[in-house]
């Protein structure tokens, strides 16, 4: 059974990091493209950022683009999204979720952890 288990939310001020982590167990983490997606409240889950098997590889939603970095380290089967510069704006839940295609589509991701919250204070 393959699980994800998102880490690392929290409160932070506005123009403040965090950083959150994404361990996947239960199966291979090779070949596998990862994404971070988020919902905020009363709001559809929206994709956030995504990055391909081979690590060099990421692609970003424009809100967040140059402000968050997706990571990824093969060896822990673990995903990372450092986010600088948080606004309040990106107050959501954050969810990590594997896919077997490196895309934006939520639909093509198929297992998902069960998120972790970031609130940003202005």
């Known amino acids: 059974q393959v699980q994800l288990a998102e880490s690392g939310g929290g409160l932070v001020q506005a123009g403040g990091s965090l950083k959150l982590s994404c361990v996947v167990s239960g199966r291979t983490f090779s070949g596998y493209a990862m994404g971070w997606f988020r919902q905020a409240p009363g709001k559809e889950r929206e994709f956030v950022a995504g990055i391909k098997w081979s690590a060099g590889s990421s692609f970003y939603a424009d809100s967040v683009k140059g402000r968050f970095t997706i990571s990824r380290d093969n060896a822990k089967n673990t995903v990372y999204l450092q986010m600088n510069s948080l606004k309040s704006e990106d107050t959501a839940v954050y969810y990590c979720?594997?896919?077997?295609?490196?895309?934006?589509?939520?639909?093509?991701?198929?297992?998902w952890g069960q998120g972790t919250q970031v609130t940003v204070s202005s």
């Open positions: 979720a594997t896919s077997a295609t490196a895309t934006t589509l939520q639909d093509f991701y198929d297992d």
